[in-house]
Every structure is written in structure tokens, then in C-alpha cells.
Nanobody, 115 residues
Framework: QVQLVESGGGLVQPGGSLRLSCAASGSIFNINSMGWLRQAPGKERELVAEISNLRRTNYRESVKGRFTISRNNANSAVYLQMSSLKPEDTAVYYC?????????WGQGTQVTVSS
């Protein structure tokens, strides 16, 4: 079992920045990839960014150059640095951790980009 807790969401103006954090606990030594998804009202959940245990990263096209994903060596945290935020980035952001064939999810943190 892996428990995930996100933090760092909030209200930010367009063009601003936020840093999301996700703390992992439990059987973290078995974690492979980690990442972030988001879900806007009325839309399906979509992948934002992911990072493998070899630190290979993958980003959604619309966030490339603006968002940066990272994780610590202990597998206990994953981060998402978001810059040049746009109103269309508004969503609930969820972190996940993949362990073998099972994914674990956090409860989500709201990010609102509005003037």
C-alpha cells in the first residue's frame, strides 16, 4: 500500500507560478513511475506529466516548457513546478504512484488560474 498526499494548490493569476508537492508513504520502495494528472470540471482526467524511476520524463504537449516534474531519490515525494499558468490549467491535480500493475492516487489539490 502507498499513501499519497498532495499540497501546494491555490489561486494564482494568469502568468503566475505554483509548485505542487506530493508526499508518499507506505511501501514506497516498490514505486516505479510517479506523476500528475488533472481533471477540469466536465472533462476527463488527463495526464500532465510523469517521471520514471530512471528519471525519464514525459509531458502533456500543452504544458511542455512551462511545467517541470521531479522526484526525490527516496521515492517519498514528487513535485510539479508550474510556470506561465493559464486559465485552462485550472483543474484538480492528482498525483499518482505506480507499483507493479497497480496505481495509487492522492485526494487531489485544486489549482485555479484566474484574474
Amino acid at each position: 500500500q502507498v499513501q499519497l498526499v498532495e499540497s501546494g494548490g491555490g489561486l494564482v493569476q494568469p502568468g503566475g507560478s505554483l509548485r505542487l508537492s506530493c508526499a508518499a508513504s507506505g511501501s514506497i520502495f516498490n514505486i516505479n513511475s510517479m506523476g500528475w494528472l488533472r481533471q477540469a470540471p466536465g472533462k476527463e482526467r488527463e495526464l500532465v506529466a510523469e517521471i520514471s524511476n530512471l528519471r525519464r520524463t514525459n509531458y502533456r504537449e500543452s504544458v511542455k516548457g512551462r511545467f517541470t516534474i521531479s522526484r526525490n531519490n527516496a521515492n517519498s515525494a514528487v513535485y510539479l513546478q508550474m510556470s506561465s499558468l493559464k486559465p485552462e490549467d485550472t483543474a484538480v491535480y492528482y498525483c499518482y504512484a505506480a507499483v507493479s500493475v497497480k496505481n495509487y492516487w492522492g485526494q487531489g489539490t485544486q489549482v485555479t488560474v484566474s484574474s
